[in-house]
Nanobody, 124 residues
Framework: QVQLVESGGGLVQAGGSLRLSCAAS????????MGWFRQAPGKEREFVAG????????YYVDSVKGRFTISRGNAKNTVYLQMNSLKPEDTAVYYC?????????????????WGQGTQVTVSS
């Protein structure tokens, strides 16, 4: 069983930055593709970013390209999401997820393990 714990959410003004962290335990971290998803009230869960097992490949939804950066520190069993130039539409609960499936990092259903979520609120 893999456990994921997100941290780093909070309230920030538009144009500001936050860095989310996701600490993993209970598995071999480097064997997992890691992803970030978000869900705003009344909206569907949305893929935000993904990163390959080694960290050599990253994937982003178009709306965050150029603003968000996903990275991982395998020695620390942690994945990060650096969020810059935040917009009010980025407001959501952000979830970290892990999968051993290397083919479809943008699909929510391939992820086996999920964190509890961390709230990100961006004010105008």
């Amino acid at each position: 069983q893999v456990q994921l714990v997100e941290s780093g959410g909070g309230l920030v003004q538009a144009g500001g930055s936050l860095r989310l962290s996701c600490a993993a335990s209970g598995g071999t971290f480097s064997n997992y593709v890691m992803g970030w998803f978000r869900q705003a009230p009344g909206k569907e869960r949305e893929f935000v970013a993904g990163i390959s097992r080694s960290g050599s490949s990253t994937y982003y939804v178009d709306s965050v390209k150029g603003r968000f950066t996903i990275s991982r520190g395998n020695a620390k069993n942690t994945v990060y999401l650096q969020m810059n130039s935040l917009k009010p539409e980025d407001t959501a609960v952000y979830y970290c997820a892990a999968t051993r499936d290397t083919s479809y990092p943008d699909r929510y259903y391939v992820y086996d393990y999920w964190g509890q979520g961390t709230q990100v609120t961006v004010s105008s």
